[in-house]
């Protein structure tokens, strides 16, 4: 179950894992049935068709805590593109995942390019 709400440049929004595949609660599992996901995000225009963006949001695990592990964690996203016309939308991104383990903070940060272009 997924919902958004947007105003201007800002943006809200919650997903909430309703059924899954995944189901044995014995053992320490993620995305189960009962986890969510909550951001917020913004989107800028700049000169010249660039635009900024950035995303910030928590995952949280119904199955947090069990056997002492914790999974809930924080993510952030951080994109600039530029518009190429008819050839569509170049984008670079920089994404960074941090949880915090027993007291450990782990960052894994990942950068991509993405291109998007719509019929």
Request: glycine residues 12%.
């Amino acid at each position: 179950v997924y919902g958004s709400a947007s105003i201007s440049f800002f943006t809200v929004g919650f997903a909430y894992t309703a059924q899954s595949d995944t189901s044995d609660t014995t053992a320490v599992e993620g995305f189960i049935e009962g986890d969510a996901y909550y951001y917020v995000g913004g989107s800028w225009d700049l000169e010249n068709d660039w635009s900024l963006g950035a995303t910030v949001g928590v995952y949280t695990f119904d199955d947090d805590g069990d056997f002492g592990a914790k999974l809930d964690y924080t993510h952030a996203q951080f994109d600039i593109s530029k518009s190429a016309g008819d050839f569509g939308d170049l984008t670079f991104s920089v994404s960074i995942a941090d949880d915090d383990d027993a007291g450990n903070i782990n960052d894994e940060v990942v950068t991509f390019v993405s291109w998007a272009k719509g019929f």
